[in-house]
């Protein structure tokens, strides 16, 4: 029996073409993870929309987001901001350069350590990631709005488990 005996979308049309060319192949890991490719171009066209209509891009809101969610006064050192997005320390600094000459982080010095810095949010990075993360939640809303909400919970489960599971391992 056929691996793919649906022709819904793309992803089985390709499977169905494998499955008959190489038939020795179990193509059951591209059932998932070629959707999954497939979704995340769209999700990042998505993003990128969402974040050019507030003159960002991803790597600007997920820095401004990494302050943002920390709370009032919005402030974190460069060090905890990049491990919060997994950037280098170089790549971090040309970041932090880049959105304080936007105006939309500042650097002051860090109360705790004499010879630390903090970079916080000012209130122009405020209310540019609070507008970016309106406009990205109503983007993802419109990308997941074909599934009905027991199916969003049951995915965001399976990719829950799934990402532990990776990252762990």
Same mark, same amino acid.
């Given at each position: 029996?056929?691996?793919v !005996? &649906? ?6 049309? @390709?499977?169905?073409e494998w499955?008959?060319?190489?038939p ?5 890991? *591209? ?8 979704? /995340? ?8 929309? #969402?974040? #050019? =209509?507030?003159e960002?891009?991803?790597? $600007? ?5 990494? *302050?943002?969610?920390? %709370?009032?006064?919005?402030r974190?050192? +460069? %060090? ?7 950037? !280098?320390?170089? !790549?971090? !600094?040309?970041?932090?350069? &880049? *959105?304080?000459?936007? %105006?939309?982080?500042?650097?002051? +010095? ?6 630390g810095? @903090?970079v $916080? ?20 809303? =419109? ?10 919970? =049951?995915? /965001?489960?399976? @990719?829950r ?9």
């Amino acid at each position: 029996m056929p691996l793919v !005996t &649906r022709d819904s979308d793309e992803v089985a049309r @390709l499977l169905g073409e494998w499955e008959r060319e190489r038939p020795d192949v179990d193509l059951a890991p *591209l059932e998932v993870f070629s959707r999954v490719s497939r979704l /995340a171009v769209h999700l990042s066209r998505a993003r990128a929309e #969402a974040f #050019a =209509a507030v003159e960002l891009e991803e790597w $600007g809101f997920d820095v401004l987001a990494a *302050l943002r969610r920390s %709370g009032a006064p919005y402030r974190r050192s +460069p %060090g905890a901001l990049v491990r919060e997005t997994l950037v !280098t320390s170089a !790549t971090m !600094t040309h970041r932090i350069d &880049r *959105l304080e000459a936007a %105006g939309l982080v500042e650097r002051r +010095p860090d109360p705790d350590d004499g010879r630390g810095v @903090l970079v $916080g949010l000012t209130a122009a990075g405020r209310a540019r990631v609070d507008r970016a993360l309106d406009l990205l939640v109503e983007a993802e809303t =419109a990308l997941l709005r074909p599934l009905p909400a027991r199916d969003r919970t =049951a995915v /965001a489960a399976a @990719l829950r488990r799934l990402l532990v599971a990776v990252e762990e391992g």
